[in-house]
C-alpha cells in the first residue's frame, strides 16, 4: 500500500501537495520494512491456529475443469486498475464504485459468464452489506474528528512531552489510522488536519507526508473498520482468532512508523 497509487498514497499527495511519484519514492523503506518484519512473524505464526482448508479458499471451486483462459480471468482486474489509474496520469476521477462493477462485468463477458452475472452481484452485495455499514459509521467518525478540538488537544500533549515538531506526523498519523481504522481515511484526516501545523514546524512537507502515511497503518486493523472483517471472510476466520492477529499487525505497522520517522524526520533524508 505504500509503494502503490493506493487511495492513500494519493490522499497525501492531494494534502501536500506533491507528486504521487514522490509519495510513491518515499514508500519504499517503510515497505521494505513492512515486508521483512511480516515474514518474520509469518514464520512464527506458522503453524499457530486453526489449519487453512482448501474449502476455505475455494480450493472445489479452483480444481473444476472449466477454467477461464488466464487472458480472460485477468480482463476484468485489468480493466478495473486501468480506470483507477486515469486519475493519477490523466487527471479524470472516476469513483470506484464505478470501476469496480465495469471490471466485474467485462471479466463476466470475457469468461463466458454473462448468464451468471446476476448471480455475481448477488454474492457479492451479500459478503460486503456488512462491510458497507462499517464503513458508514468510520465515515461518520472521520467527520466528526475532523469537527472536533481533538487537533488543539493533540498538539498540547506533544508540546507537553516536549517531543520535536515532527512528532506529531507519525503521531496524528498513527491516531487517525486508529480512529477510523483505515489507512486511507487516516491518512486523509492526518493530512488534512495535521499537516499545516507539521510542514510550520519546519518539516519538508515530504517528510511529513512519508511519515503520516506510513504510521496510519499501525492500528488500520481494528474491528471497526473494513479490513478486519474482509480479512478474516477471506478464509472464513473466526472473529475471536482474528482478534489474536491485532497484536502481531500493530508490530508490523509500529516497525513502518519507527523506521519512517528515524530516515525522515530524525535523519532528515526527504528534501
Known amino acids: 500500500m505504500c509503494i ?3 487511495p492513500n498514497a494519493i490522499a497525501a499527495a492531494e494534502a501536500f501537495n506533491l507528486p504521487l511519484t514522490s509519495i510513491i519514492a518515499v514508500g519504499i523503506i517503510p515497505a521494505v520494512t513492512a ?42 482486474p485489468v480493466v478495473t486498475i486501468a480506470i483507477l489509474l486515469l486519475r493519477p496520469i490523466a487527471g479524470i476521477t472516476i469513483d470506484p464504485l464505478i470501476a469496480l462493477p465495469v471490471g ?19 454474492a457479492g452485495l451479500a459478503k460486503m ?50 480512529a477510523t481504522a483505515s489507512a486511507t481515511a487516516g491518512t486523509t484526516l492526518a493530512s488534512q488536519i495535521f499537516g499545516p ?43 475471536s482468532e482474528r482478534l489474536k492477529l491485532l497484536g502481531y499487525e500493530a508490530i508490523n505497522g509500529l516497525a513502518m512508523m519507527a523506521v519512517s520517522t528515524l530516515v525522515f524526520g530524525v535523519l532528515k533524508l526527504a528534501g
Not at 104 to 122: C, E, L, P, Q, S
Request: charged residues 10%.
Open 129 to 178: 452489506s456488512g462491510v458497507a455499514m462499517l464503513l458508514v459509521g468510520t465515515g461518520a467518525l472521520s467527520g466528526i474528528i475532523s469537527n472536533s478540538g481533538l487537533k488543539d488537544v493533540i498538539i498540547s500533549f506533544i508540546e507537553t512531552l516536549g517531543l520535536p515538531g515532527f512528532m506529531l506526523a507519525p503521531i496524528s498519523g498513527m491516531l487517525m489510522g486508529a
Open 4 to 6: 502503490r497509487d493506493s
Open 35 to 76: 515486508l521483512i518484519v511480516t515474514s518474520l512473524l509469518a514464520k512464527r505464526l506458522s503453524m499457530r491456529g486453526t489449519e487453512i482448508t482448501e474449502a476455505d479458499i475455494g480450493g472445489e471451486a479452483a480444481q473444476h475443469k472449466d477454467l477461464p483462459p488466464l487472458w480472460a480471468a485477468l480482463s476484468g
Open 197 to 239: 501545523t507539521v510542514v510550520a514546524s519546519g518539516v519538508t512537507p515530504l517528510a511529513a507526508a512519508a511519515m503520516t502515511h506510513a504510521s496510519c497503518f499501525v492500528f488500520d486493523g481494528l474491528p471497526h473498520g473494513s479490513f478486519f472483517h474482509v480479512s478474516a471472510g477471506g478464509v472464513n476466520m473466526e472473529i
Open 104 to 122: 466485474g462485468i467485462v471479466g463476466a463477458i470475457a469468461m463466458g459468464k454473462t448468464r451468471d452475472m446476476g448471480h455475481y452481484f448477488n
